[in-house]
């Protein structure tokens, strides 16, 4: 059973960098053809998709976060990581990584709340 799960702070202040991280279990990130993404929720807004990590290591931004947004794996702990810099406010959301598939997010993390505020 695949699962991921999220990991990071809660609270970050503005112009900090936010850095989260997916452990996956049950698969592996290097499996041929899979692709890993971060993903978030505003709230009372719709999904945004932030960027991905290909199986060899490829990344692809979304264009409107592309300038502040990073996402790095550790394939020695089956994990990828997100950064985000220069937070403000707006960046406020609940942020999910997902195994992606041609269709979309096959699987989910639970999400976690990330609250920018001094």
């Known amino acids: 059973q695949v699962q991921l799960q999220e990991s990071g702070p809660g609270l970050v202040k503005p112009s900090q960098t936010l850095s989260l991280t997916c452990t996956v279990s049950?698969?592996?990130?290097?499996?041929?053809?899979?692709?890993w993404s971060w993903i978030r929720q505003p709230p009372g807004k719709g999904l945004e998709w932030m960027g991905v990590i290909r199986y060899d290591g490829y990344t692809y931004y979304s264009p409107s976060l592309k300038s502040r947004t990073s996402i790095s794996r550790d394939t020695s702990k089956n994990q990828f990581s997100l950064q985000l810099t220069s937070m403000t406010p707006e960046d406020t959301a609940v942020y999910y990584c997902a195994r992606m598939s041609i269709a979309g997010p096959v699987y989910w993390g639970q999400g976690t709340q990330v609250t920018v505020s001094s």
């Open positions: 049950g698969d592996s990130i290097t499996t041929f053809t899979y692709s």
